[in-house]
T-cell receptor, first 112, second 113 residues
Framework: NAGVTQTPKFQVLKTGQSMTLQCAQDMNHEYMSWYRQDPGMGLRLIHYSVGAGITDQGEVPNGYNVSRSTTEDFPLRLLSAAPSQTSVYFC???????????FGPGTRLLVL | GEDVEQSLFLSVREGDSSVINCTYTDSSSTYLYWYKQEPGAGLQLLTYIFSNMDMKQDQRLTVLLNKKDKHLSLRIADTQTGDSAIYFCAERTSSGGYNKLIFGAGTRLAVHP
């Protein structure tokens, strides 16, 4: 098993550009989530999904969209990038909501 | 509300014990976790404890849970330079009908010779 994979590893965007951060897991996990990590603030939940076709907002959802058309994939879309979205983004999955989460290696995003 | 708090920084000498502390607010939390993040990497689950336990030991790691005070600690015995990392405490809580993990801000552990 590859576990949780994320692409790209690093991305630079200009303000106003859009992009999609990819996340995939091959563990047949129902629960998937996106976090952003900022210095001194730990991990903040952006969006999560408890299964294919079901998504919900986390703590900081503004400026981000998600979809879950398959169990394996959970892409995160930035609609119009802003410098405040400069961060490290982590995708995580677990068998069910609230169980042990397994994290991807992260995507470092810089918005100029 | 839901909140998990940790001190941001801890410095220890190689070979000493490290104790990282965490407080949480949700008294109904069923599981509490410790994750480790090495530089440039994602989070790796270190250990977890169920809320009806007081202590859990796993090799050099000891987790202590004081449910009355909502206090969790991680003790690393014989701390090594490879233990330098950020350690996140997390509680499992329910909100909006779904379970989720709430993370602390992380404690950066620096191990020096």
């Amino acid at each position: 098993n590859a576990g949780v994979t994320q692409t790209p590893k690093f991305q630079v965007l200009k303000t106003g550009q859009s992009m999609t951060l990819q996340c995939a897991q091959d563990m047949n996990h129902e629960y998937m989530s996106w976090y952003r990590q900022d210095p001194g603030m730990g991990l903040r939940l952006i969006h999560y999904s408890v299964g294919a076709g079901i998504t919900d907002q986390g703590e900081v959802p503004n400026g981000y969209n998600v979809s879950r058309s398959t169990t394996e994939d959970f892409p995160l879309r930035l609609l119009s990038a802003a410098p405040s979205q400069t961060s490290v983004y982590f995708c995580a999955s677990s068998r069910l909501a609230g169980e042990t989460q397994y994290f991807g290696p992260g995507t470092r995003l810089l918005v100029l | 509300g839901e909140d998990v708090e940790q001190s941001l920084f801890l410095s220890v000498r190689e070979g000493d014990s490290s104790v990282i502390n965490c407080t949480y607010t949700d008294s109904s939390s069923t599981y509490l976790y410790w994750y480790k993040q090495e530089p440039g990497a994602g989070l790796q689950l270190l250990t977890y404890i169920f809320s009806n336990m007081d202590m859990k030991q796993d090799q050099r790691l000891t987790v202590l849970l004081n449910k009355k005070d909502k206090h969790l600690s991680l003790r690393i015995a014989d701390t090594q330079t490879g233990d330098s990392a950020i350690y996140f405490c997390a509680e499992r809580t329910s909100s909006g009908g779904y379970n989720k993990l709430i993370f602390g801000a992380g404690t950066r552990l620096a191990v020096h010779p």
